[in-house]
T-cell receptor, first 113, second 114 residues
């Protein structure tokens, strides 16, 4: 079955630390990949997306993600986090074969000031 | 564009009452999604519409839940009768491209059933 997995449920970092959040999806043909962020008490907002082309995608607020097709992965990275990055991060995959989008279970990121 | 609009933003009701949540998608978007978010279960897709037609309602918890999309600019999610375990934040989202593209989320409705 098509699925998307985020293995880190809660990540705690200090300010200025580097961040990498894992996202893996199951094979299902052509996919579009997304990372969303949900700040406390707010709705989900798009951070970045990959449809095709350069597998290294730049998003807002200094975030980037790399699509590695052979590993079915789309990990989110940021070289130096800030306290304001405290939020929940969701990976999402849409499968053209199924006409639907699947969200991962989310990773809560806490930044120590 | 004002983005996805949801109403009410907060709803407190007693068990057994009917609850109706409303959503206005972004103009021009042809896909609309209803999600439920709780601490225990995370973000769950309840149902989604494409061109006003329900495509996948497998996430609807039970018959107490129903959703309609009478036209391209309006959708409702109804719970009748409501139960305390329905307490959650309900998000509506819309997109174009048959649901394969970026989804734009509304601010959500926080539902509390006492």
């Amino acid at each position: 079955a098509q699925s998307v997995s985020q293995h880190n449920h809660h990540v705690i970092l200090s300010e200025a630390a580097s961040l990498e959040l894992g996202c893996n999806y199951s094979y299902g043909g052509t996919v579009n990949l997304f990372w969303y962020v949900q700040y406390p008490g707010q709705h989900l907002q798009l951070l970045l997306k990959y449809f095709s082309g350069d597998p290294l995608v730049k998003g807002i607020k200094g975030f980037e993600a790399e699509f590695i097709k052979s590993k079915f992965s789309f990990n989110l990275r940021k070289p130096s986090v800030q306290w304001s990055d405290t939020a929940e991060y969701f990976c999402a995959v849409s499968y053209s074969s199924a006409s639907k989008i699947l969200f991962g279970s989310g990773t809560r990121l806490s930044i120590r000031p | 564009d004002a983005g996805v609009i949801q109403s009410p933003r907060h709803e407190v009701t007693e068990m057994g009452q009917e609850v109706t949540l409303r959503c206005k998608p972004i103009s021009g978007h042809n896909s609309l999604f209803w999600y439920r978010q709780t601490m225990m279960r995370g973000l769950e897709l309840l149902i989604y519409f494409n061109n006003n037609v329900p495509i996948d309602d497998s996430g609807m918890p039970e018959d107490r839940f129903s959703a309609k999309m009478p036209n391209a600019s309006f959708s409702t999610l109804k719970i009748q009768p409501s139960e305390p375990r329905d307490s959650a934040v309900y998000f509506c989202a819309s997109s174009d491209g048959q649901g394969l593209n970026e989804q734009y989320f509304g601010p959500g409705t926080r539902l509390t059933v006492t």
